[in-house]
């Protein structure tokens, strides 16, 4: 009872005081009074411990009547007998009566929020079968719901708790690790060069282990094994891994371009469970581009942390060649090609797949690519409508429902320009065929969720046309396309380069000169390109609401109407040629309950990891994502937690 007695603290004090001096002066002035006054008192202070022995008695029998009736007289008589807590909250979710046990443990958070008092306790509140431990002040309960909704129960199990905690942090993580570019690195360096990057790089990695109490061991000369216990991974995690920011600032001392990559397989006791599950977070964080963490939790979904520097190309004319003629093999083989672009088709994606759908003609195969104008951004479709002729001299385009109707036993699919499920046009397509073929440029979001024959994901590459186009050489025909065609994809890699400024190789004015020599007209590049007088009074309405975020980044948050995703990305663009602007974001509604974000970045703020948190994805430095059921504003204070929380993960 001392929490609920607290607040006749300050006067039991007082009277102790005034007790004090009355007795000093009855003592100095007043003697034979004296006896008088101290039995006046010893009475008076026996009739305040009677006060509190009697409130206190009658606080527990109102606490024992108040459960006996919510929950009858035998429970009322089990919950007096055996002391379990109770909890008792309102439809807001706000503690109006907590049972006398947690006066024990001094507990009192009657008019609090239960998630203020008790933060971990989200999932018990949210579901009300589940249970959890929480520990609240060196004591440990496990609190579970009642069948009656508002009523929690509360029983103290330190030591079950302790014990589940301990088998908790024990638990066995399995982790890879692998030093990005070493091989292509170190293959014509010195060998005193190289020994100075195994001291300052290879050797950072082990010390790092070992300074953590984790077992490693190297498989090879750029893979290494990690074994560890769950109560160190989260100090890793806490520490965000900072492994990365070392080997990635020993590298840059060296004039090296070796970043780390880890994979690391959690919550299973399937010893070869988690070594599939390790090797698939390594495959995921290496295909995003290197420098950063995947975590693969069972049944959760994949996190990740890093990913500060852009993908460094690595693509070989061999790996190609070999592609190349395993994807002619597919085609062999298969009964017709069936060409799958992603939702809001754009110019890359048509060019890369026209360019197939020429390839595929080398084979002899029926071929369609699959088209739905309301599905296809603005100036594509326009071009399409303007050139009907020019598109389908040479090409076959099919409707969803055509091409489900086309689906045989050997049917080859081909997914371009993008990997995933969820951003493809049919989807119903990817489960009807067996066949499946992936070729993209986009930074891997997740695991995949249907088999594949080939899979080519090369995010250093600066659009899927650029891919394909290195396709061509290698096959017993020459694969030819129309100067229509070559200008098709000559406008992908246009727009997806943002006029060659990102993710432009060699590689890139490689695939620009073999367009140019198919006949790739850039001054219809540029007509098609064109904006609408419309189209840019609307984007310098979108610009001029733009404001400044934590210093380097440009949010633009456009409520007057629903704009187009081009003009979003467009702005994004115009924005980030600003000085001193890191990245730029443009918000505004594309249709009804659906806003998107498209963001660009000139390579410090890795766009991709902050549009991922917010459900989408993309590139280093330019991503995109939509979301529903939310206000413009509330996705603006997203999207500013999203960039902080990005940002302190790289500092």
């Known amino acids: 009872m001392i929490k609920k007695f607290e607040k006749y603290k300050t006067q039991l004090i007082i009277l102790g005081l005034v007790e004090l001096i009355a007795l000093l002066i009855f003592h100095s002035f007043f003697e034979k009074y004296l006896y008088i006054v101290q039995y006046s008192f010893i009475l008076l202070n026996l009739l305040v411990v009677f006060a509190i022995f009697s409130l206190s008695r009658k606080s527990y029998q109102e606490r024992v009547m108040t459960v006996t009736r919510a929950l009858g007289r035998e429970s009322g008589e089990a919950f007096a007998f055996a002391r379990l807590g109770l909890i008792t909250y309102d439809e807001n979710n706000v503690i109006t009566w907590m049972s006398e046990i947690f006066d024990d443990y001094e507990l009192n958070y009657i008019g609090e929020y239960v998630l203020d008092a008790f933060p971990e306790l989200k999932e018990v509140m949210s579901n009300m079968d589940a249970s959890t431990f929480i520990e609240v002040e060196e004591h440990i309960f496990e609190v579970s719901h009642l069948s009656s909704p508002g009523v929690l129960v509360m029983q103290e199990k330190t030591e079950v708790g302790t014990l589940k905690k ?132 069972k049944n959760d979904t994949m996190r990740y942390f890093g ?125 009807q065929v067996e066949d499946i073929v992936v070729i993209d440029h986009h930074r891997r979001t997740g695991e995949f969720t249907f088999k594949r024959k080939l899979t080519y994901i ?117 924005i980030l040629k600003v000085r001193n602007v890191e990245a730029s974001f443009v918000v505004s509604y594309t249709k009804e309950d659906v806003i998107a974000i498209s963001a660009r970045s000139k390579g410090d703020l890795n766009v991709q990891r902050v549009m991922e948190k917010l459900g989408g994805g993309g590139h280093f430095t330019g991503a995109a994502t939509q979301i529903k059921g939310h206000s413009i504003n509330d996705v603006v204070e997203m999207l500013k937690q999203a960039i902080l929380e990005v940002k302190e993960e790289v500092e």
């Open 166 to 297: 301990s088998l908790e942090d024990n638990e066995v993580v399995l982790g890879f690790a692998y030093l990005d570019n070493y091989e292509e690195t170190t293959a014509y360096e010195e060998e005193q060069t190289i020994a100075t990057m195994d001291t300052n790089i290879r050797q950072a990695v082990v010390n790092w282990a070992n300074k953590n109490g984790a077992l490693i061991r190297r498989l090879r000369a750029d893979r290494y094994l990690l074994l560890l216990n769950e109560k160190t991974f989260r100090k890793l995690e806490t520490d965000r891994f900072e492994i990365l920011n070392t080997v990635r600032k020993e590298s840059a001392k060296l004039d090296a371009s070796i970043t780390l990559s880890m994979g690391f397989a959690r919550k299973t006791d399937n010893y070869r469970e988690l070594e599939e599950m390790a090797n698939t977070a390594l495959e995921l964080a290496q295909s995003r581009g290197g420098d950063q963490v995947a975590i693969n939790t």
């Open 307 to 431: 990913g500060t520097v852009e993908a460094v190309e690595k693509r070989s004319k061999v790996r190609v060649r070999v592609l190349a003629q395993n994807l002619g093999t597919l085609i062999q083989n298969s009964s017709n090609v069936i060409i799958l672009g992603h939702k809001m088709m754009d110019f890359d994606c048509m060019g890369a797949a026209l360019g197939l759908s020429a390839l595929t003609k080398v084979y002899d195969k029926p071929c369609g690519i699959v088209v739905d104008l309301d599905d296809t951004e603005a100036k594509l479709r326009e071009s399409i409508e303007k050139n009907d002729e020019d598109f389908t001299r040479k090409h076959r385009f099919i409707t969803p429902s055509m091409a489900l109707d086309e689906v045989e036993d050997d049917t080859l699919l081909v997914m371009v320009d993008h990997h995933n499920r969820e951003q493809t046009q049919v989807p119903e397509l990817i489960d």
């Open 458 to 574: 090369e995010p250093s590459a600066s659009s899927a046309s650029e891919l394909i186009i290195e396709f061509f050489p290698y096959h017993h025909y020459n694969v030819r396309i129309s100067p229509f065609d070559a200008t098709i994809m000559y406008t992908g890699i246009l727009i997806d380069t943002n006029r060659f400024r990102n993710r432009t190789g060699s590689r890139t004015f490689e695939a620009l000169a073999e367009l140019r020599k198919y006949g790739a007209d850039l001054s219809k590049s540029e007509n098609m390109l064109r904006d609408e007088f419309e189209d840019f009074e609307i984007k310098n309405r979108v610009m001029s609401q733009s404001e400044m975020f934590d210093e380097g980044f440009i949010i633009a948050a456009y409520k007057d109407g629903n704009l187009q995703r081009t003009i979003l990305s467009q702005v994004a663009d115009e």
